[in-house]
């Protein structure tokens, strides 16, 4: 069982640079999330989705866009990468909204990004 | 604005310790808090607390939360080099996403 996989691994874009960054479940999770994790900081939420279909902004927005056109995948997209966006970018999913009942996040391994 | 604190940020032990790791928080709307370990790549659930007083055990790792004063600790006994990891908290809030805290780096040397 995958779980949720995300692709690159790792990636070094140039300032005004466009890139995706992939994320799929194979769990059949309705809800999605994506998170970015500065050094010593914890996650912040960019954008999450509750559906095929369906996105909604998270805590940090500016920058990316997403799109939900299946249920398995979620992917997200950078249009002009600034230094700021630096940082590890982590895709999760959960059955339920996240934290509810026993419905744990399920995260992908990363993707380090750095933008210079 | 709902906030989660955890301290200490990092922590150094030996192995065969136990320690103490503390998450605060100051939220509206309460409806669980979770901890997660980190290791070098994607958090991994641990624990899902929703009410006061009831331990959370897995093994040599524990947690309660005491809803009054507004935080949770995560107990680990007899620690290991495996151990190693950040802890986050997190706060799950009706109809606001997860508010995660800075967490806590701990080490433990052999």
């Known amino acids: 069982n995958a779980g949720v996989t995300q692709t690159p691994k790792f990636r070094i874009l140039k300032i005004g640079q466009s890139m995706t960054l992939q994320c799929t479940q194979d769990m059949n999770h309705n809800y999605m999330y994506w998170y970015r994790q500065d050094p010593g900081m914890g996650l912040k939420l960019i954008y999450y989705s509750v559906g095929a279909g369906i996105t909604d902004k998270g805590e940090v927005p500016n920058g990316y866009n997403v799109s939900r056109s299946t249920t398995e995948d979620f992917p997200l997209r950078l249009e002009l990468a600034a230094p700021s966006q630096t940082s590890v970018y982590f895709c999760a999913s959960s059955y339920l909204p996240q934290g509810m009942g026993n419905s744990p996040l399920h995260f992908g391994n990363g993707t380090r990004l750095t933008v210079t | 604005e709902d906030k989660v604190v955890q301290s200490p940020l990092s922590l150094v032990v030996h192995e065969g310790d136990t320690v103490t790791l503390n998450c605060s928080y100051e939220?509206?709307?309460?409806?669980?808090l979770l901890w997660y370990k980190q290791e070098k790549k994607a958090p991994t659930f641990l624990f899902m607390l929703?009410?006061?007083?009831i331990e959370k055990k897995s093994g040599r790792l524990s947690s309660i939360l005491d809803k009054k004063e507004l935080f949770s600790i995560l107990n680990i006994t007899a620690t290991q080099t495996g151990d190693s990891a950040v802890y986050l908290c997190a706060v799950d809030v009706r109809n606001t996403p997860l508010v995660f805290g800075k967490g806590t780096r701990l080490s433990v040397i052999a």
């Open positions: 929703t009410s006061s007083g």
């Open positions: 939220v509206t709307n309460f409806r669980s």
